[in-house]
């Protein structure tokens, strides 16, 4: 259908009278042949409203799924269908139908102008879509433009592991124009301005919510417009309590099993403390392998020192008590050892180089008689050295069995005593700043 254009006067100021055009009437649209031939005179390279006011851009985001959150590289990946609704007047057609819209292919969407928009804390975007036909480009009879994509992208997250296990993370996502400053684009959130699936399930962490704000600055070429939206991440702590936890307190409590072992036994005793520090310090370097290398100290990093203190500390429990016990066995053995020799050598100080004595008056009989009595005497002494020796170091084991003993009772109740006094204070500061489910 032809368009039919009317002629009116204006007058000026100083009374002159202007004839002026309207502009013409938005083109009727039966089809979409005839919509594309607005694209004929179309030149994308201009924004709407090119010598009037900034652009006003909305956005809104749904969030598909969030995945692949690293904490050693801090990034994650998102998938999300990205909206942005603007007016190009332009685009203004008469409608053939009611509620009828251009539904423009997306081979089009190359000819059409669109706002300048990129992520501004992307690490990555190599990822394709396994369709080419992944966005969307509607339009309304008042030139209202709806622009839709389907992104996958990698961002990046700073995080902080102070509270780790027990921590949350914040993680950001920062989009605006590259090009366009606020005199010709002007961007603002749609709300809701963020839309979730439901279904999004995270095996180590909980999505607590989202924000968004604005994050626009000046810069030293003007002033650049800036939309943030930030979602929250709670870690889930049941791995943690179940796979670092318990065992490592279960290693602590089977430390103190060597209290009721005797310090006799050293081979026991030493056999199961080695391998009760060697398994913490195993498990306490599985526990930094999956984050980065940081100069500051984690939750878990002061539980896992704790645990090897305390494994550490019962092997040296077991080293001071069989020291004292050896040490005051052999100290006993050798003073009585010392006193036997000495009386031993004033009773046989009468004997000369292994020359008996003899009076000149005895007879030969005597002589035999006192040298088996003095044979029968030597044999007397060295069989009362001998149950000296053998006394002494029963007297002496026994006070050493003693004083071990009494290390060992003291440390049954001085390790599990101060061990559960850490866990009540460890627990109630971390869990009480803990914002998650266990």
């Given at each position: 259908?032809?368009?039919?254009?009317?002629?009116?006067?204006?007058?000026?100021?100083?009374?002159?009278?202007?004839?002026?055009?309207?502009?013409?009437?938005?083109?009727?649209?039966?089809?979409?042949?005839?919509?594309?031939?607005?694209?004929?005179?179309?030149?994308?390279?201009?924004?709407?409203?090119?010598?009037?006011?900034?652009?006003?851009?909305?956005?809104?985001?749904?969030?598909?799924?969030?995945?692949?959150?690293?904490?050693?590289?801090?990034?994650?990946?998102?998938?999300?269908?990205?909206?942005?609704?603007?007016?190009?007047?332009?685009?203004?057609?008469?409608?053939?139908?009611?509620?009828?819209?251009?539904?423009?292919?997306?081979?089009?969407?190359?000819?059409?102008?669109?706002?300048?928009?990129?992520?501004?804390?992307?690490?990555?975007?190599?990822?394709?879509?396994?369709?080419?036909?992944?966005?969307?480009?509607?339009?309304?009879?008042?030139?209202?433009?709806?622009?839709?994509?389907?992104?996958?992208?990698?961002?990046?997250?700073?995080?902080?592991?102070?509270?780790?296990?027990?921590?949350?993370?914040?993680?950001?996502?920062?989009?605006?124009?590259?090009?366009?400053?606020?005199?010709?684009?002007v961007i603002e959130w749609k709300e809701p301005a963020v839309e979730t699936n439901p279904g999004i399930e995270l095996?180590?962490?909980?999505?607590?919510?989202?924000?968004?704000?604005?994050?626009?600055?000046?810069?030293?070429?003007?002033?650049?417009?800036?939309?943030?939206?930030?979602?929250?991440?709670?870690?889930?702590?049941?791995?943690?309590?179940?796979?670092?936890?318990?065992?490592?307190?279960?290693?602590?409590?089977?430390?103190?099993?060597?209290?009721?072992?005797?310090?006799?036994?050293?081979?026991?005793?030493?056999?199961?403390?080695?391998?009760?520090?060697?398994?913490?310090?195993?498990?306490?370097?599985?526990?930094?392998?999956?984050?980065?290398?940081?100069s500051y100290i984690r939750a878990i990093d002061i539980w896992m020192l704790v645990c090897t203190i305390y494994v550490?500390?019962?092997?040296?429990?077991?080293?001071?008590?069989?020291?004292?016990?050896?040490?005051?066995?052999?100290?006993?053995?050798?003073?009585?050892?010392?006193?036997?020799?000495?009386?031993?050598?004033?009773?046989?100080?009468?004997?000369?180089?292994?020359?008996?004595?003899?009076?000149?008056?005895?007879?030969?009989?005597?002589?035999?008689?006192?040298?088996?009595?003095?044979?029968?005497?030597?044999?007397?002494?060295?069989?009362?050295?001998?149950?000296?020796?053998?006394?002494?170091?029963?007297?002496?084991?026994?006070?050493?069995?003693?004083?071990?003993?009494?290390?060992?009772?003291?440390?049954?109740?001085?390790f599990p005593a101060t061990f559960i006094l850490f866990n009540i204070i460890y627990w109630a500061v971390y869990m009480?700043?803990?914002?998650?489910?266990?």
């Amino acid at each position: 259908m032809p368009t039919t254009t009317t002629r009116a006067e204006t007058t000026t100021p100083s009374g002159t009278q202007v004839a002026t055009t309207p502009p013409p009437a938005p083109p009727e649209m039966n089809s979409m042949r005839d919509f594309y031939r607005i694209l004929e005179t179309y030149d994308m390279r201009i924004r709407p409203n090119d010598q009037g006011p900034g652009v006003h851009v909305l956005m809104q985001m749904y969030v598909e799924s969030i995945a692949s959150i690293s904490e050693i590289s801090m990034d994650y990946v998102i998938t999300f269908y990205f909206r942005m609704w603007w007016n190009d007047p332009r685009f203004r057609f008469t409608p053939t139908q009611p509620n009828q819209t251009a539904q423009l292919h997306v081979a089009a969407r190359s000819l059409v102008w669109t706002p300048d928009v990129y992520f501004l804390n992307e690490k990555d975007a190599g990822y394709r879509a396994s369709s080419a036909f992944t966005s969307l480009l509607w339009v309304w009879p008042n030139g209202d433009i709806l622009s839709s994509q389907k992104k996958t992208l990698k961002n990046s997250c700073p995080m902080d592991f102070r509270m780790y296990p027990f921590d949350a993370q914040f993680c950001k996502i920062q989009l605006g124009p590259y090009g366009m400053t606020t005199d010709d684009l002007v961007i603002e959130w749609k709300e809701p301005a963020v839309e979730t699936n439901p279904g999004i399930e995270l095996p180590e962490y909980v999505i607590d919510g989202w924000t968004w704000t604005s994050c626009g600055g000046n810069y030293s070429i003007g002033e650049f417009g800036c939309n943030q939206a930030t979602f929250k991440l709670v870690r889930s702590v049941g791995y943690y309590i179940t796979q670092t936890y318990v065992p490592s307190a279960l290693i602590v409590a089977l430390s103190w099993l060597t209290f009721w072992i005797s310090p006799l036994q050293a081979p026991a005793r030493v056999a199961l403390g080695i391998t009760t520090v060697l398994t913490s310090t195993t498990l306490t370097s599985a526990t930094r392998s999956s984050i980065p290398r940081f100069s500051y100290i984690r939750a878990i990093d002061i539980w896992m020192l704790v645990c090897t203190i305390y494994v550490f500390t019962a092997l040296v429990e077991f080293a001071a008590a069989h020291h004292f016990s050896r040490r005051k066995q052999e100290s006993q053995i050798s003073n009585q050892m010392y006193k036997n020799k000495d009386r031993r050598r004033k009773k046989w100080a009468f004997q000369t180089n292994g020359i008996l004595k003899v009076h000149p008056f005895q007879n030969e009989k005597d002589v035999v008689t006192d040298g088996k009595d003095k044979k029968k005497e030597n044999q007397d002494v060295e069989e009362d050295f001998d149950e000296d020796v053998a006394q002494a170091m029963a007297e002496s084991d026994e006070r050493g069995q003693m004083i071990a003993a009494k290390i060992d009772l003291m440390s049954k109740i001085f390790f599990p005593a101060t061990f559960i006094l850490f866990n009540i204070i460890y627990w109630a500061v971390y869990m009480g700043s803990y914002e998650g489910k266990v």
